[in-house]
């Protein structure tokens, strides 16, 4: 069976949206990874469904690098600022 890996990035700095542009086509033919911007997308249910099952399938994980409770949103906000996140942060309500 054939794997193949991907990875979809939602989100960023203009900085990082950049880089990506920039450097994208380069580490793509010298890296062997495919690198490469969709641009802003457009939601459909088909499109929102197959991203259900292929999140439900274990097929693709998002990067959660901290959880923070409602009550400390701030700090999660300050955190984010430093731009050294390298996950998505969570912010749970309970």
């Given at each position: 069976m054939a794997f193949e890996a991907a990875a979809v990035v939602a989100g960023g700095s203009m900085a990082q949206i950049f880089q990506s542009l920039l450097w994208g086509p380069w580490i793509?033919?010298?890296?062997?990874?495919?690198?490469?911007?969709?641009?802003?997308?457009?939601?459909?249910?088909?499109?929102?469904?197959?991203?259900?099952?292929?999140?439900?399938?274990?097929?693709?994980?998002?990067?959660?690098?901290?959880?923070?409770?409602?009550?400390?949103?701030a700090e999660a906000i300050a955190y984010l600022e430093k731009g050294h996140v390298q996950g998505k942060l969570v912010i749970t309500v309970e």
């Open positions: 793509s033919k010298k890296g062997g990874k495919q690198i490469g911007f969709m641009g802003i997308a457009k939601r459909n249910q088909k499109d929102l469904v197959r991203l259900k099952e292929l999140l439900e399938a274990g097929r693709i994980r998002p990067v959660i690098e901290k959880r923070y409770p409602l009550s400390k949103a």
